[in-house]
Every structure is written in structure tokens, then in C-alpha cells.
């Protein structure tokens, strides 16, 4: 049998096109397992379910996490960037232990981060990114009402996320994201506290208070005020625990 010149001209584009689909669907669940293998481990660390100065044991990691080794040790470097985790040399990774002095120097960055985050967005955002902090901000009160950290941390840190984004600065973001990754886990931890924790809730009613009067200064002294008490209560519960580790379960 003869086949047409055109045919197999249309049979080459076809066994192409399946050959470039082919390899799409094999890269895109690739590339996007580790980052999904990297958030989960990300919740590991910041919700001291791995404690600082823990060793990354990568055969159970992968037993827990349901995945390979290839896609958790391409997670572990992810987090290492994000300063979550320390490689050492011929002794694979640990979750990163801040001494005291780094906690109070890490501290006073982020607090002064936090204060142009603050004083920038409450001039600059939109009505519609207002209207989104305000929706979290009631999740998270509800959050808070039935005591529930992981989810109450979870959209506390997208509130704060987002009245940095609303600044628009990308300068200011790149260093909030560099700076605050080394605080994820002290920040969960930091308000165990039962009138800690009211105090900090508060005082995200203010922020929201803050960004709907477009008060610039309102905005930087409550974020100033809000850092400088997480600091306060890290370094509370690093004295309470007789050691440089911070007490378990917190933001």
C-alpha cells in the first residue's frame, strides 16, 4: 500500500504533537512534585512537628511524605534557600536553630520590615486588596475562636503576606520574604499564651483599622508595637524553657 506524501505528513505532526505532550505531562508533575513535597515539609518545620536542630532523616521523611527520595532532597535545598534549613557537609540537613542573638537581630530587622510594609500599604493598597485582608482577617478570628493554631497561623501569616505585597516595593518584598522565613517557626510559637494570643488578635484588628483610614502612621506604630511583642515572648519562652530552644506550639 502507497501512502500519500500528505498523510505522512500529518502522521510526522501527529506522532510530534503526542511526543511534546508526552513530555509536558511527564516535566509538569515533576517540577511541581517537590515544590508540593517542599510546602508540606515547610508545615513540618513551622509547626515544630521537626524540632530546631533536628536531623532530616530522608528514608522516614519519604515513608511520611509518600514520596521518593529525588523529590524530597530537591524540597530539602528549596527550604535550605529559604534559611528553614541548614546543609552540612557529609552530614545531611537539619532544621535551622536560631541562637538567642540571632533571634533578637533577626527580630529587629523584621520589625522594622514589617513597619515600612505597613506604613507603605496603608497608602498605596487597593480597595480590592483591602477588601481581601478584611476577608482573611474574619477567617481568622474564626480560626481563633475555635482555637485552632495551624489554620489561625496559616492565614495570619497571608494577612501579613499581603499588607507587604500591597506596599509595592519589591525591594521591601524580596527582604520580607528573605528575613521572615527565618521566623515562620517562632512566629507559630509565639502566642501559646491565652492573653498573648488575645493581644496579638487585637492588634490585627487595629492593622485592619489602620488600612481602611489610610492612617500611614496608625499602620507603622501597631506593626512596630505587634513585632516587638512576638520578640518579646520568644525570648520569654527560650528563658522559661532553661535553654535556646523556644517552647513548642505557637504564633
Known amino acids: 500500500m502507497v501512502i500519500h506524501p500528505k498523510n505522512l505528513i500529518l502522521q510526522s505532526l501527529f506522532l510530534h504533537t503526542i511526543s511534546k505532550m508526552s513530555a509536558d505531562v511527564i516535566s509538569i508533575p515533576r517540577a511541581a512534585l517537590h515544590e508540593q513535597v517542599a510546602h508540606r515539609l515547610r508545615q513540618m518545620l513551622v509547626e515544630n512537628r521537626i524540632a530546631p536542630g533536628a536531623k532530616l532523616n530522608e528514608r522516614e521523611l519519604s515513608e511520611v511524605l509518600k514520596v521518593s527520595r529525588t523529590p524530597l532532597r530537591e524540597a530539602i535545598k528549596m527550604l535550605a534557600t ?107 510559637r509565639s502566642n501559646q499564651d491565652g492573653e498573648k494570643w488575645r493581644i496579638a488578635v487585637e492588634q490585627h484588628e487595629q492593622m485592619v483599622q489602620a488600612l481602611v483610614k489610610r492612617d500611614a502612621e496608625a499602620m507603622r506604630a501597631v506593626l512596630l508595637s505587634h513585632m516587638n511583642n512576638k520578640r518579646f515572648v520568644v525570648i520569654e519562652q527560650i528563658h522559661g524553657s532553661g535553654g535556646n530552644k523556644p517552647a513548642s506550639n505557637q504564633n
Not at 91 to 107: K, P, Y
Not at 130 to 154: F, G, N, Q, S, V
Not at 174 to 182: D, E, F, P, T
Open 82 to 188: 529559604e534559611g528553614l534549613v541548614e546543609l552540612l557537609p557529609n552530614r545531611g540537613a537539619i532544621a535551622v536553630e536560631l541562637s538567642e542573638q540571632d533571634i533578637l537581630d533577626t527580630f529587629e530587622v523584621m520589625a522594622g520590615l514589617e513597619a515600612q510594609s505597613g506604613e507603605l500599604a496603608a497608602t498605596r493598597i487597593t480597595d480590592a486588596e483591602l477588601d481581601e485582608i478584611k476577608a482573611m482577617h474574619y477567617e481568622m478570628l474564626a480560626a481563633y475562636t475555635r482555637r485552632d493554631l495551624p489554620a489561625y497561623y496559616r492565614l495570619n501569616a497571608a494577612i501579613h503576606q499581603a499588607i507587604n505585597t500591597a506596599a509595592k516595593n519589591p525591594v521591601l518584598s524580596a527582604l520580607y520574604k528573605q528575613v521572615n522565613s527565618r521566623l515562620q517557626s517562632l512566629r507559630f
